[in-house]
């Protein structure tokens, strides 16, 4: 943890300054020490360099999912070009320019390839957020970074004081036991006029998966030991590649053949992923206890009922739901 870090913090149970004691230093991270907090009383552990806020009764569920989670980023941490097209199709219309300048919060941040393309993209501090040991890798990815933070907080919780001029949530709301409750507690730490901006997996477009993919997961994937889940997937995720590199990559450039093939939109749009990805998308799909599928209309009212403006909800891909707006000034 950098200190500039702690003007940022505060209390996740009673909102009160925090005091920080170091107990080890490595060059300008705070790696081992505590933050106690002025009203409360409790201690926050600063472990590895991360500070934990995570709580001490967390539910089950949400920690059963931080678990898969947390397991996929720590096993696949490699950046790559993929996800810089990724992230900027997920965040669309939002473009680099629009994080210039700006205090950034990335509320399930992974493994930190968000928060280092942000970072890239000029954003003044940012500061990324996971529940999962997923703040493991991000830390080691970004810890050269002097303006990004990581932190290991429940989305709910937020142990945030000053309010975040953009703040997004990539492919975590939609885990979540309540996921309208998650973008509500996003939406309450961007400042008036500052920007929110999330995607989601999509109702529309995902009945296949929903029908199929769904049970398999819920029942039997997300149950099993990682190691074994992770065996499952090699022959969907062998299929899938073949599939991609035979059939959906040719598509691409020929319109006709594209019109024939189910999924066009999105499959097309991972046919240049190496097998690795491809793999851990599969992965993805199948290791998750928690995962809904959301209509248009119920990602436009989470922006409706916290009062967001010139919202713009746009389908990505046929399958998922990219949503942004700005906080009212009022
Ligand atoms: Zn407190």
């Not at 705070?30 to 500070?51: D, H, K, Q, S, Y």
């Not at 713009?312 to 891909?317: F, K, M, S, T, Y």
Request: aromatic share 10%; glycine share 6%; with cysteine.
């Amino acid at each position: 943890m950098k200190t500039d870090l702690l003007s940022y913090l505060v209390c996740s149970d009673c909102g009160k300054e925090l005091t920080l004691l170091v107990k080890k230093l490595d060059g300008a991270e705070v790696m081992e020490g505590n933050l106690t907090c002025a009203g409360c009383a409790r201690t926050f552990p600063i472990v590895g360099g991360i500070p934990r806020f995570v709580e001490k009764d967390l539910d089950p569920e949400k920690q059963a999912t931080a678990a898969a989670f947390g397991y996929e980023w720590t096993h696949y941490s490699k950046l790559t070009e993929a996800d810089r097209k990724e992230f900027l199709a997920w965040i669309a219309p939002l473009t680099p320019a629009d994080f210039q300048d700006q205090v950034v919060l990335d509320a399930g941040c992974g493994k930190g390839r968000h928060i280092y393309l942000s970072a890239q993209f000029g954003a003044r501090t940012v500061i990324g957020v996971d529940l999962s040991d997923a703040v493991e890798a991000a830390f080691q990815n970004t810890r050269d970074l002097p303006n990004v933070h990581v932190v290991q907080a429940d989305i709910l919780h937020l142990p945030f004081r000053d309010p975040f001029t953009l703040a997004y949530s990539i492919g975590v709301i939609h885990h979540l036991p309540v996921p309208s409750q998650g973008f509500r507690a996003l939406a309450s730490h961007v400042q008036p006029g500052g920007r929110i901006s999330t995607w989601v997996y999509g109702k529309e477009g995902n009945q296949w998966i929903e029908l199929f993919v769904d049970p398999v997961r819920k029942n039997v994937t997300s149950r099993l030991p990682r190691f074994i889940t992770r065996c499952l997937c090699l022959p969907p995720a062998i299929l899938l590649y073949a599939g991609l590199k035979l059939l959906y990559a040719p598509a691409k450039t020929r319109p006709s053949l594209k019109r024939c093939l189910p999924y066009s939109d999105y499959l097309c749009s991972i046919s240049s992923y190496t097998f690795a990805e491809n793999f851990w998308n599969v992965f993805d799909q199948l290791v998750a206890p928690t995962a809904y599928y959301h209509s248009q209309e119920e990602v436009l009212d989470w922006f409706r009922t916290v009062g967001v403006q010139e919202v713009r909800i746009e389908r990505h891909n046929g399958n998922s739901w990219r949503g942004t707006g700005l906080m009212p000034l009022h």
